[in-house]
């Protein structure tokens, strides 16, 4: 069940508790592993298995109001029931008559009273131990010179300070496990925790991934605070764990954190495989921080500890990473080398998802070298075995990999068809890296058929999401293409907002075809606006940046560069 709710603080208009409006203040509620509420010394029957996660949700926001339809997203998923109302309302009902056993029947209720067009549980948030404890790790996490083992024994009883410090690691391992064995079933380097308990979301990606975004800003005070215990095989496996969560919802600077302590405990522990394992989480997280000349070292590194420890499916997926850094580095024909080891080594083992991995990176890799059909072959290779695994999110990304090559070929239809196609296996996965990157590209074609305004529309949801993930780079190069649809709409002054915006961003990300890219549009809006001087500096330093990026995209736009510049000495 995903709970679809931010803990950050109340939403605009959200009904807070107060000392006029609170109930009862004896409740402790515990959501860190079994859901249990106790009223004194005595347990409540919370009843069914919805019921309580009924009241799961509502407890994360104690005091808030959460509306009835996120209520119904988060118990039956995006397609409830036709019942769903009636059946939330039983539910509403039997919590209040357990909950407030000594209510009048005809009495409204103080505790989980109707608000709006939801409910709200009127607790205080430290009667919540998942609460709590939150508030004890950000505590942590900004006292610099003390540890998460401080705050806790600050805080909590002298009797109660291990089982609550193990409860809450577990907790955290379980929801990492349960989101890792739904989103990437072969990231399983580790056991089960050993301690496990029913994950407090829907056994489906989407759900998963939902509930752990909310959960996104204790990861990493939860990792630091494991490590700091001392707890260094909790941590490394925690932060191992997160890896498919971070791949598909990003958040660079938490990623890496998470990857930097979890080596770092590994290293501690003495455990040589580990530490190969979280070599390829770290390398992999640099990657998406853009710290490429550190991940090429990470994945190298990495590579040699799995040709020590004789497992040659694990160096598959190390070189498919050290081709991934290769390709960053603008290095694309060292990227196609990696892959096609990769290739060979996922062949020889018999491994298909390695095998479609490194099909779908070839395929980029031919794309950026400018060799379309190796390209497109080797795409229609990876979606028929992603097809054959049913893996819903391999087979978004290799739609999306033929979609571009289709982009190169001028191929408009076969482009959209495979665009829509993506974005709709990976809003059902719950991918949002990759959904961005798809409506990116969406946006990409329809300005290419002259639909401005569908491509806008496009382009501000991948925007949404670039900036929901902290995702600086995806933020930067689709606020660069959003600049290009406002200068078709003869809208200046949103088109310097955005690259202005884009040129901020892309200071602490930088890339060379991007960077090329923003000072192309810099150069055509100084055109439109009259500044002949200024378009010209910005259009040398965009044919700098595209020479040096050396794929088919940077290429293609120096063609249209030199293509105008004739027609301008010709005229």
Not at 423 to 430: F, M, T
Request: aromatic share 6%; proline share 4%.
């Amino acid at each position: 069940m995903a709970t679809e709710l931010r803990l950050n603080g109340a939403r605009n208009g959200a009904y807070k508790v107060n000392s006029h409006n609170s109930g009862r203040s004896d409740l402790r509620i515990q959501l860190l592993g079994p859901v249990r509420v106790r009223r004194g010394v005595h347990e409540v029957d919370l009843g069914s298995t919805q019921q309580k996660g009924l009241l799961s949700l509502l407890a994360l926001a104690a005091g808030q109001q959460v509306s009835r339809y996120r209520l119904s997203r988060a118990l039956w998923g995006p397609s409830p029931p036709s019942s769903w109302a009636n059946a939330l309302q039983v539910y509403v009902a039997r919590l209040r008559r357990v909950l407030e056993p000594d209510r009048p029947s005809r009495a409204a209720s103080r505790l989980l009273p109707s608000i709006g067009d939801g409910y709200a549980l009127m607790v205080e948030p430290d009667t919540v131990d998942a609460l709590r404890f939150r508030r004890l790790l950000h505590r942590a996490a900004v006292a610099h010179r003390r540890c998460a083992t401080d705050v806790l024994t600050t805080d909590e009883p002298p009797t109660g300070r291990d089982a609550a410090a193990e409860r809450l690691l577990d907790w955290y391992l379980t929801i990492a496990h349960g989101c890792c064995r739904l989103v990437n079933p072969r990231h399983d380097g580790v056991p089960p925790p050993a301690h496990p308990s029913s994950p407090p979301f829907r056994a489906e990606p989407g759900a998963a991934l939902d509930y752990l975004t909310n959960e996104a800003d204790n990861l990493p005070p939860v990792v630091r605070y494991a490590g700091a215990r001392g707890s260094t095989t909790t941590a490394w496996r925690l932060a191992y764990l997160l890896f498919p969560f971070y791949l598909s919802r990003t958040r660079p600077a938490d990623f890496l954190e998470c990857a930097r302590l979890g080596l770092q405990a590994a290293e501690h522990a003495g455990d040589r495989r580990a530490r190969a394992l979280m070599l390829n989480v770290a390398g992999v997280a640099a990657n998406v921080a853009h710290r490429m000349a550190d991940s090429t070292d990470l994945h190298r590194e990495q590579i040699v500890s799995w040709q020590e420890l004789g497992e040659p499916v694990r160096e598959a997926g190390a070189w498919n990473n050290l081709g991934i850094a290769h390709a960053w580095l603008n290095q694309h024909g060292d990227a196609l080398a990696a892959y096609q080891h990769a290739l060979a080594l996922a062949d020889a083992a018999g491994d298909l998802v390695l095998a479609a991995i490194a099909l779908d990176n070839i395929g980029d890799a031919a794309r950026d070298l400018g060799d379309l059909d190796l390209s497109e072959q080797s795409l229609n290779r990876a979606l028929e075995t992603w097809r054959v695994l049913a893996n819903l999110q391999g087979q978004g990304q290799a739609l999306l990999g033929l979609a571009r090559t289709a982009h190169f070929r001028s191929d408009n239809d076969t482009a959209m068809r495979c665009l829509t196609q993506a974005i709709e296996l990976q809003r059902y996965v719950g991918d949002e890296r990759m959904a961005a990157l798809t409506l990116h590209w969406t946006g990409k074609a329809r300005l290419d058929q002259g639909q401005t305004l569908a491509a806008k529309e496009d382009l501000q949801r991948a925007h949404a999401l670039c900036r929901d993930m902290n995702d600086e780079h995806g933020e930067s190069a689709v606020l660069t293409t959003l600049a290009a649809a406002y200068l078709q709409l003869d809208d200046f002054g949103a088109a310097h907002d955005c690259l202005l915006q884009a040129q901020t961003l892309r200071s602490h990300v930088p890339d060379p075809l991007e960077h090329g890219r923003l000072h192309y549009y810099i150069s055509d809006l100084a055109t439109r606006l009259g500044d002949s001087q200024r378009a010209i500096t910005h259009l040398d330093q965009a044919i700098a940046s595209l020479t040096g990026a050396g794929c088919i995209e940077a290429r293609r736009l120096l063609q249209l560069i030199t293509v105008a510049q004739n027609q301008d000495q010709g005229r």
